[in-house]
C-alpha cells in the first residue's frame, strides 16, 4: 500500500516556475507524474525508474525535471519556463514495477489526490 500526497501547485505567469513535491509512504519502484486539464484526457509527463532513470512526454522535455529523495520518501517535478497549456491537475502515481520498463508505463496502480497548477499568459 501506497499513499501519495502532493503538493506545491499554485498559480504562475508564463516563463515562472514551480516545484511539486509528492510525500508517499513509501516510495515504490516506478514513479511518475502525470496530469489533467478540464475537458481533456489524463496526461502522462515523465516517470522515474528505481535507477533513477527518467523519461518525459515531449511537451516538457528540456523544461520539466523529476527527481526523487529516498530518504525523505518524496518525489519532485521541477517545473521552469512554463507555458499555459501547463496548466492542469498534476498527479503523482506510483507501481511496483523494476527496470526500464517503469519508463513506458502509462498505466499505475496508486495515485494521489492532485495538486493544482495555474499559468497565466
Known amino acids: 500500500q501506497v499513499q501519495l500526497v502532493e503538493s506545491g501547485g499554485g498559480s504562475v505567469q508564463a516563463g515562472g516556475s514551480l516545484r511539486l513535491s509528492c510525500a508517499a509512504s513509501?516510495?515504490?519502484?516506478?514513479m511518475g507524474w502525470f496530469r489533467q486539464a478540464p475537458g481533456k484526457e489524463r496526461e502522462w509527463v515523465t516517470a522515474?525508474?528505481?535507477?533513477?532513470?527518467?523519461s518525459y512526454a515531449d511537451s516538457v522535455k528540456g523544461r520539466f525535471t523529476i527527481s526523487k529523495d529516498n530518504a525523505k520518501k518524496t518525489l519532485y517535478l521541477e517545473m521552469k519556463s512554463l507555458k499555459p497549456e501547463d496548466a492542469a491537475m498534476y498527479y503523482c502515481?506510483?507501481?511496483?514495477?523494476?527496470?526500464?520498463?517503469?519508463?513506458?508505463?502509462?498505466?499505475?496502480?496508486?495515485w494521489g489526490q492532485g495538486t493544482q497548477v495555474t499559468v497565466s499568459s
Open positions: 502515481a506510483a507501481h511496483y514495477l523494476y527496470g526500464n520498463a517503469c519508463l513506458r508505463l502509462r498505466s499505475y496502480y496508486y
Open positions: 513509501n516510495l515504490a519502484a516506478c
Open positions: 522515474i525508474a528505481t535507477d533513477g532513470s527518467t
